[in-house]
């Protein structure tokens, strides 16, 4: 079982950065992938980065350039920093996780089975 706890969300203004944590905790020898995803009001959820057991990152084209996954082994938390923030940035995000390898289809999100609470994420003028 993985337990996870985003934070760092808010309301920031267009153009603004927003740094998100997801802190971990697990059994201690567990590995496994992780990833950030979000729902904006009135959408579905989509996948945005993910980062493997093996230090491999993914980014999705659509957050290229604006996006970055990283992670703190040692404090066993996944950070999401968000440069450049747009109103359609606006959701709420989410922190999943799960033992196994990074799913080819991981972006939809059926092969995580923890997940965090998530955290508010509100981009305006």
């Known amino acids: 079982q993985v337990h996870l706890v985003e934070s760092g969300g808010g309301s920031v203004e267009i153009g603004g950065s927003l740094r998100l944590s997801c802190a971990a905790s697990?059994?201690?020898?567990?590995?496994?992938?992780m990833a950030w995803f979000r729902q904006a009001p009135g959408k579905d959820r989509e996948g945005i980065a993910a980062?493997?057991?093996?230090?491999?990152?993914t980014i999705r084209d659509s957050f290229k350039g604006r996006f970055t996954i990283s992670k703190d082994n040692a404090k066993n938390t996944l950070y999401l920093q968000m440069n450049n923030l747009k109103p359609e940035d606006t959701g709420i995000y989410y922190c999943?996780?799960?033992?196994?390898?990074?799913?080819?289809?991981?972006?939809?999100?059926?092969?995580?089975?923890?997940w965090g609470q998530g955290t508010q994420v509100t981009v305006s003028s």
């Open positions: 999943a996780a799960d033992f196994g390898w990074l799913s080819h289809s991981w972006y939809e999100g059926n092969h995580f089975a923890y």
């Open positions: 980062f493997e057991t093996t230090g491999e990152t």
């Open positions: 697990s059994a201690p020898g567990n590995t496994y992938q």
